[in-house]
T-cell receptor, first 113, second 117 residues
Framework: NAGVTQTPKFRILKIGQSMTLQCTQDMNHNYMYWYRQDPGMGLKLIYYSVGAGITDKGEVPNGYNVSRSTTEDFPLRLELAAPSQTSVYFC????????????FGDGTRLSIL | AQTVTQSQPEMSVQEAETVTLSCTYD???????LFWYKQPPSRQMILVIR??????QNATENRFSVNFQKAAKSFSLKISDSQLGDAAMYFC??????????????FGEGTQLTVNP
């Protein structure tokens, strides 16, 4: 059981480049999330989805886009990378509507230079 | 909007001793969940313990226990018999039980725990 899988694990981008962070889960969870964690800080919610075709903004959505075409996948898109987007990105999933915790991927460390 | 505050950026404890990490939160809701997550240097997010707000009994998981004070909006984590492997960043997190919330988590800023041999 792989759980939540994120790719890539590390990436360096130049300012203005675009990329997609991939996230897939094999637990048939309806709810999926993207968080970012800046150095020495807690996680902040970027976007989330409560099911295929449904997405919503979190605390810090600017500069990002998401889509949810399947239950398993929830990619995060950076269109014009900026130094302020240097961070560690975590994807998570859960069944929702219960006390079940969110399951996290191992994170993607992204540097924008 | 809910907020979570961890007032101790850093804590240290001697191996085999007990340490308590503090967490307070602000909410107008009556039904919610609270979690403690551990993040070791590998940066994995590992669930330590959870508490349902409607339960008066404090949750325990082996050496980990919480002191949940709903009226005071306080949710502290006690680690007994501390081990070197407990060294990590610890995050307190809040989740509304309401359907509209999307079950999303609000995290505190974290407490870095050092365990001294």
């Amino acid at each position: 059981n792989a759980g939540v899988t994120q790719t890539p694990k590390f990436r360096i981008l130049k300012i203005g480049q675009s990329m997609t962070l991939q996230c897939t889960q094999d637990m048939n969870h309806n709810y999926m999330y993207w968080y970012r964690q800046d150095p020495g800080m807690g996680l902040k919610l970027i976007y989330y989805s409560v099911g295929a075709g449904i997405t919503d903004k979190g605390e810090v959505p600017n500069g990002y886009n998401v889509s949810r075409s399947t239950t398993e996948d929830f990619p995060l898109r950076l269109e014009l990378a900026a130094p302020s987007q240097t961070s560690v990105y975590f994807c998570a999933s859960t069944h929702g509507h219960s006390n079940q915790p969110q399951h996290f991927g191992d994170g993607t460390r992204l540097s924008i230079l | 909007a809910q907020t979570v505050t961890q007032s101790q950026p850093e804590m240290s404890v001697q191996e085999a001793e007990t340490v308590t990490l503090s967490c307070t939160y602000d909410t107008s809701e009556s039904d919610y969940y609270l979690f403690w997550y551990k993040q070791p240097p590998s940066r994995q997010m590992i669930l330590v313990i959870r508490q349902e707000a409607y339960k008066q009994q404090n949750a325990t998981e082996n050496r980990f226990s919480v002191n949940f004070q709903k009226a005071a909006k306080s949710f502290s984590l006690k680690i007994s018999d501390s081990q070197l492997g407990d060294a990590a960043m610890y995050f307190c997190a809040y989740r509304s039980a309401g359907l509209a919330s999307g079950s999303r988590l609000t995290f505190g800023e974290g407490t870095q725990l050092t365990v001294n041999p």
